[in-house]
Nanobody
Framework: QVQLVESGGGLVQAGGSLRLSCAAS????????MGWFRQAPGKEREFVAR????????YYADTVKGRFTVSSDSAQKTVYLQMNSLKPEDTAVYYC?????????????????WGQGTQVTVSS
């Protein structure tokens, strides 16, 4: 099993920044990539970004490209999501997820382990 714990959420004004962290523990050697998803009230959970442990290859949703940056510390098994130029529509619960497949798609089904989520609220 792999345990994921997110932190760093909060309330910020539009245009501001937040950095989310996701600490992985347990059988982390079984994971190949980490993803960030978010779910706004009344909406489906959507892909935000992902990063592979090996090589640090990243991929972003178009809605956050250029504003969000995903990074990782392989030694500490921690993944970060730096969010800049935040907009009210970025308000959501943000989830960290771990995939055991080497090339996870944007689908939630490719991710095996999930954190409990952290709330991000952007005021206008």
């Amino acid at each position: 099993q792999v345990q994921l714990v997110e932190s760093g959420g909060g309330l910020v004004q539009a245009g501001g920044s937040l950095r989310l962290s996701c600490a992985a523990s347990g059988r982390t050697f079984s994971t190949q990539a980490m993803g960030w998803f978010r779910q706004a009230p009344g909406k489906e959970r959507e892909f935000v970004a992902r990063i592979r442990w090996s090589g640090g290859i990243t991929y972003y949703a178009d809605t956050v490209k250029g504003r969000f940056t995903v990074s990782s510390d392989s030694a500490q098994k921690t993944v970060y999501l730096q969010m800049n130029s935040l907009k009210p529509e970025d308000t959501a619960v943000y989830y960290c997820a771990a995939a055991i497949v080497l090339y996870p798609s944007l689908s939630q089904s490719d991710y095996t382990y999930w954190g409990q989520g952290t709330q991000v609220t952007v005021s206008s």
